[in-house]
């Protein structure tokens, strides 16, 4: 190796990310080693994160769904992401639909962090997602989904709960692990070329 000065993944965290994504011990060496690299800090600020999760949405605005996302892996609060989170960010934003996933499209969704998701959330988490949609996409999206605030009416129906009802977690899970349209609002897939 050479230049072993603390640079090295620690077994733990290494142990720990391999069993809680489907990621390979060499694809999680490689990112720790360029995690290094671009946050010497061992911490990355949302304007960071921000930064990165833009890369993948070159077409569009991703600026305000990322800080929804940095939010909801940010578990201690301290304002930054360190690399365990970051990884466990990346793996949840790119898997399939797992109960996992749900669990942390809750927590995406639940702005003010109390347990439950209201109609207000929805509606904010719609428009952050609306953002990353390029304009051209949106443009042929169907007719009852073509806005923020109609996709957030579209999804929240799937809950039979009023507008001034909340929502747990166990039934935010149920509502869209039974309608296959719900698991599409809730996230934005880039259209494959």
């Avoid at 077994?11 to 809680?20: A, F, H, T, V």
């Avoid at 290094?36 to 993948?56: A, D, L």
């Avoid at 360190?82 to 809750?106: N, P, Q, V």
Wanted: with cysteine.
């Amino acid at each position: 190796m050479g230049n072993s000065t603390s640079s090295a993944i620690s077994k733990e965290i290494l142990e720990d990310l391999k069993l809680s994504t489907k990621f390979t011990e060499n694809e999680i060496c490689q990112w720790y080693e360029n995690f290094q690299k671009q946050c010497p800090s061992g911490r990355i600020t949302p304007e960071e994160f921000e930064q990165i999760y833009s890369r993948f949405f070159p077409d569009s605005d991703a600026k305000s769904y990322a800080r929804h996302v940095f939010r909801s892996f940010d578990t201690n609060d301290d304002g930054t992401l360190d690399f365990k989170e970051y990884i466990i960010a990346l793996h949840m934003t790119s898997t399939g639909k797992t109960t996992r996933k749900l669990e942390w499209a809750f927590s995406l969704f639940d702005v003010d962090k109390n347990g439950y998701i209201n109609k207000t959330e929805v509606t904010e988490i719609c428009q952050a997602i609306f953002k990353l949609i390029p304009k051209e996409e949106q443009s042929k999206l169907p007719e009852d989904e073509n806005t923020p605030e109609k996709r957030a009416n579209k999804l929240w129906a799937f809950f039979e709960k009023k507008d001034n009802e909340r929502l747990a977690e166990g039934e935010f899970i149920k509502g869209v692990i039974e309608n296959d349209n719900a698991m599409r609002l809730i996230h934005y897939e880039p259209i494959k070329e």
